[in-house]
């Protein structure tokens, strides 16, 4: 049986976040305008910068601060933000768009994806972050979570 939309592309977001360098968890993103692939994203280390996994290990893990908590102590960007940062940096608008990821997004991401213009979020797993479905909801994008 031919897969819909949405777990095509949610499997691509499968394949992205393998490129991931995060110790505690990989995430993919892919945005996606008119059924076509603007851009992909997953976590990690600023390009050019080193990962936590060539310095040792994660600061996080190491302070044993919990999932959604102190995300400025980390070194890397999220699936989301690097996806966004990539449309900006070859030009590619990401108004009216859909991003597929593989984590619900936490509220940091959630107000970037608003200002980005994405319309709707396809996501699998929970994160633990209400105030981002709740400023998701406040704007009116359509949030998806699939099995």
């Not at 499968?14 to 851009?39: F, H, P, W, Y």
């Not at 209400?130 to 400023?135: A, G, H, N, R, V």
Request: charged share 20%.
């Amino acid at each position: 049986m031919r897969k819909s939309w949405d777990e095509y592309f949610m499997e691509i977001a499968e394949i992205v976040k393998t490129r991931s360098t995060c110790l505690r968890r990989q995430v993919g993103a892919v945005i996606v305008k008119d059924n076509r692939i603007i851009t992909t994203g997953y976590n990690g280390a600023p390009s050019g910068l080193r990962h936590c996994t060539d310095i040792g290990g994660c600061e996080r893990e190491r302070l044993h601060i919990p999932s959604g908590q102190r995300h400025e102590l980390c070194r890397a960007l999220h699936a989301e933000q690097n996806a966004i940062i990539q449309a900006a940096k070859v030009g590619v608008s990401t108004e009216g768009a859909t991003i597929y990821i593989t984590l619900q997004p936490c509220v940091i991401c959630a107000k970037m994806l608003v200002n980005a213009g994405i319309t709707r979020i396809v996501h699998r797993g929970e994160y633990p972050d209400p105030l981002s479905q709740s400023i998701l909801a406040e704007a009116g994008i359509e949030v998806m979570a699939m099995d």
